[in-house]
């Protein structure tokens, strides 16, 4: 069974850092890559960070570029993979989803549940 588990969330003041992580298990990850998104209410999902199964290719949304990082760690089948997000600001509230796609196979793509993060004072 495909599961996309999503930890990490919660609230913290600007400036600050979270790290959020996606424990990915039930499917071969080979040729995958995994997009962290995020979505505000009222808004469209947009893609905030992805890395590739493997080669460990990445690219971010100019928005987050040079704050936050994503990477991956390997188990026995299961990968998490991290997003460390530092110098966070109030348009970073969102709530953070976690996608695994198939690169070549468009229709495998599964999600997880979300974590929600509150950048506030």
């Known amino acids: 069974q495909v599961q996309l588990v999503e930890s990490g969330g919660g609230l913290v003041q600007p400036g600050g850092s979270l790290r959020l992580s996606c424990a990915a298990s039930?499917?071969?990850?080979?040729?995958?890559?995994i997009t962290w998104f995020r979505q505000v209410p009222g808004k469209e999902r947009e893609m905030v960070a992805l890395i590739t199964i493997p080669g460990d290719s990445s690219s971010y949304a100019d928005s987050v570029k040079g704050r936050f990082t994503i990477s991956r760690d390997n188990a026995k089948n299961t990968v998490t993979v991290y997003l460390q997000m530092n110098s966070l600001k109030s348009e970073d509230t969102a709530v953070y989803y976690c996608n695994a796609q198939h690169i070549h196979e468009l229709d495998y793509s599964y999600w997880g549940q979300g974590t929600k993060v509150t950048v506030s004072s």
């Open positions: 039930g499917f071969s990850f080979s040729n995958y890559r």
